[in-house]
């Protein structure tokens, strides 16, 4: 980490698709689609999407994390900018997340420690 590095947690290159509904402050949908995770940490997910992110929204997320639907409930909006290959990416801070949805999020993490401490 650099000594300007923002995050608290390790991030972890992780391709998986998901689908994901926008809402507004008030609770009311407002968008939905698809798109992928770029990488994931116990605090927050990078994705790719086909649309710009408005920051002032929260996201509701559905991941496949092998065989297991990882329900990731909500989750604020913080950047979202257009990438090189003409896609956007949106940094998602977790709000809150189901029991069932936490814990296989923490044994994904977890084996990719122990795959990064075996290099």
Avoid: C, W
């Avoid at 992780?14 to 402050?25: F, G």
């Avoid at 116990?42 to 649309?51: A, C, F, M, S, Y």
């Avoid at 409930?73 to 257009?82: D, M, T």
């Amino acid at each position: 980490m650099t000594s300007d590095e923002k995050r608290r947690d390790t991030r972890y290159d992780s391709l998986n698709l998901l689908d994901y509904t926008v809402l507004d402050q008030n609770g009311k949908p407002v968008d939905q689609g698809m798109g992928r995770t770029l990488n994931v940490s116990r605090n927050g997910i990078l994705l790719e999407v086909l649309k710009l992110m408005d920051v002032a929204n929260i996201m509701q997320i559905h991941i496949g994390i092998q065989e297991n639907m990882v329900t990731i409930i909500r989750g604020q909006i913080v950047h979202s900018e257009q990438t090189d290959n003409g896609r956007y990416s949106a940094g998602v801070h977790f709000l809150n997340i189901d029991r069932r949805g936490q814990q296989i999020l923490d044994k994904y993490i977890e084996l990719f420690e122990a795959a990064k401490k075996k290099l």
